[in-house]
């Protein structure tokens, strides 16, 4: 049961949001609540650690201002915070047991399609090309329309996971190694640009179809020159 007020409550409304986000954002705050509660870090902590510190070196000449904060650090504090407030609970036995089966859980679950993920692809078949996500050997079209489309996210462990997700359902399709691509916090001039290039192109001049991005798309970035379709 979560409790009343206080502190203590972030972690359950972190659980709340990153289980709407994905199974992989879910699974990832599950692990850092529960590293909380043993009051010690873990493979996620060091795993988190080490994308911090990558991050931090490669961001440390861009202004957040102009930039955005690398979607990296920003899950690592998020984790964080996290562990922080998890660490001020008590848990009984039985919520010790009841996080351990939901850890299986989520462990289980974190990277496969869940529903939504299901619906984009469904989505993306009936727009975009008609073999996404059905393998190698389908029978249906391979060859991409003109339609494109860009994919908000709020977390980076959903970014990843989506693009994962993503690039193994295009896999088979024509040209399907180009037609994605990724919009996120912390990229530098030169990338920002060739991304809002190829996606402004025209659908003839670059193959991209899908763009998948953080918030940091919203700032000041125009990515509609040939894109009317947003998922969030």
Avoid at 125 to 131: G, L, M, Y
Wanted: proline content about 5%; overall charge neutral.
């Amino acid at each position: 049961t979560a409790p009343s007020g206080g502190k203590g409550k972030l972690p359950f409304i972190h659980l709340q949001q990153r289980l709407r986000s994905s199974p992989e954002a879910f699974a990832r705050t599950l692990e850092a609540h529960a590293q909380g509660l043993e009051r010690k870090g873990g493979p996620v902590a060091r795993e988190q650690g080490e994308l911090y510190r990558t991050a931090a070196n490669a961001s440390l000449d861009l202004d957040p201002e102009t930039h955005g904060v690398p979607d990296e650090i920003q899950e690592v504090e998020r984790a964080a915070r996290v562990r922080e407030a998890s660490a001020l609970l008590s848990p009984t036995e039985e919520a010790r047991k009841l996080l351990a089966a939901m850890r299986a859980l989520a462990e289980k679950a974190r990277r496969k399609p869940d529903a939504k993920t299901l619906a984009l692809f469904a989505w993306l078949r009936e727009n975009c090309c008609p073999a996404i996500g059905l393998g190698a050997d389908t029978e249906a079209s391979r060859k991409w329309s003109d339609r494109r489309v860009i994919i908000f996210t709020e977390y980076a462990d959903t970014k990843r996971y989506l693009l994962d997700l993503l690039q193994q359902a295009v896999a088979h399709t024509e040209r399907g190694e180009e037609r994605i691509m990724q919009f996120h916090g912390g990229m530098g001039d030169e990338s920002r640009d060739e991304v809002q290039r190829a996606f402004n192109a025209a659908p003839a001049v670059h193959p991209v179809r899908i763009l998948v991005a953080t918030d940091a798309a919203r700032e000041g970035v125009n990515l509609q020159a040939h894109s009317a379709d947003l998922f969030h």
